[in-house]
């Protein structure tokens, strides 16, 4: 299975566009090698280097999604409402672009895609631990892409 972007290559920077410093629109994302016993698709998008002294586990959910048709092969802006969109660190059910504090140096934000062998029976007021409990048992593969972001 395989998760690209359309706006940067894995381990490449993510552009200002996406960002709180640009017009904050979700990344384009494009998805492949779906496996084919999958019957939905889920996607968390998490920062994992906020600094300790703001969040104690260093993480920050940017994107929470779930129960993605197993078919759909891209998620661009607008493509939201065809999942769940779940709650993120900040409590909004929405992307939230990169804002890492300004001079905190490099953060990655980290992209993973889950093909699962179930749809989820999940409130859009879940996050990413009530997804996570879901999914034990249910995944049939991921795929990783990690973007870089930083405010000088």
Known sequence: MKIESTAFRDGG????EHSVDGDESPVPLLFGDVPAGAVSLA???HDPDV???????GNFDHWVLWNIPAGQQRLFRGDDH???VGRTTRGT???IGPAPPQGDGTHRYVFTLYALDTVLDLP???GRPELEAAMTGHVLEQA?????????
Do not use: K, Q
């Open 93 to 95: 059910n929405t992307w």
């Open 13 to 16: 920077w993510i552009p200002v």
């Open 43 to 45: 996607l968390v998008v």
């Open 124 to 126: 859009d007021t879940a």
């Open 51 to 57: 600094p300790r002294d703001r969040r104690p586990d």
């Open 82 to 84: 065809l999942a769940v």
């Open 144 to 152: 990783v892409l990690t973007g870089l972001f930083r405010r000088d």
